[in-house]
């Protein structure tokens, strides 16, 4: 079965930013639902009409990928706000800041904890990989027909990436 708009793919990849720098690597065969939310539509574009055993590397620039940086999704934010334990790198769902912060930004992102001063944090809405050109070389491992269930959710349970819409 060569892969069509709606159908579940096994892909494995690696995922690199065009310095050759290793970003992520799917070893394992994973299901993702073409059609669906799980993958880049420039991605999904690419793999129309390959079947198992195809091999496709792709260059996406930012807004094929994640989008342009937008510095308007950093905030600064009074570090009495949040826990002792807070520390930089860690994802906060919108939903999980403190209600008065919270109630300020804007609910649909993942925020990460980027700089931790004394009297304040930094927390950025961007997606980590925002702003920036990626490589990605699949591999297709397996297609099959998506379950019901599968086209009703719009996912086969994994999203690319998939920290915000």
């Known amino acids: ?20 720098e290793e970003l992520d690597v799917l070893q394992e065969p994973t299901e993702f639902l073409v059609g669906g939310d799980d993958l880049l539509a420039r991605i999904e574009q690419a793999l ?17 990928a994640f989008g342009d940086y937008d510095e308007s999704l950093l ?14 790198g860690m994802l906060i769902e919108a939903a999980s800041l403190p209600a008065d912060i919270a109630a300020r930004l804007p609910a ?4 990460t ?23 990605i070389r699949l591999k297709v491992h397996a297609v099959r027909e998506a379950s019901a269930e599968e086209s009703e959710r719009r996912s086969a349970g994994t999203g690319f990436f998939k920290l915000q819409d």
């Open 1 to 20: 079965m060569d892969i069509n708009e709606h159908c579940v793919v096994a892909l494995t990849w690696v995922l690199q930013d065009t310095l050759g």
């Open 113 to 135: 904890v980027a700089q931790i001063y004394p009297e304040h944090v930094v927390l950025d809405g961007n997606h980590p990989l925002a702003g920036m050109a990626l490589r």
């Open 48 to 64: 129309q009409g390959h079947g198992p055993g195809a091999e496709l590397a792709l260059h996406l620039e930012p807004e094929e």
């Open 75 to 88: 905030f600064l934010e009074p570090r009495a706000a949040f826990a002792p334990e807070i520390e930089e």
């Open 108 to 111: 649909e992102h993942l925020y």
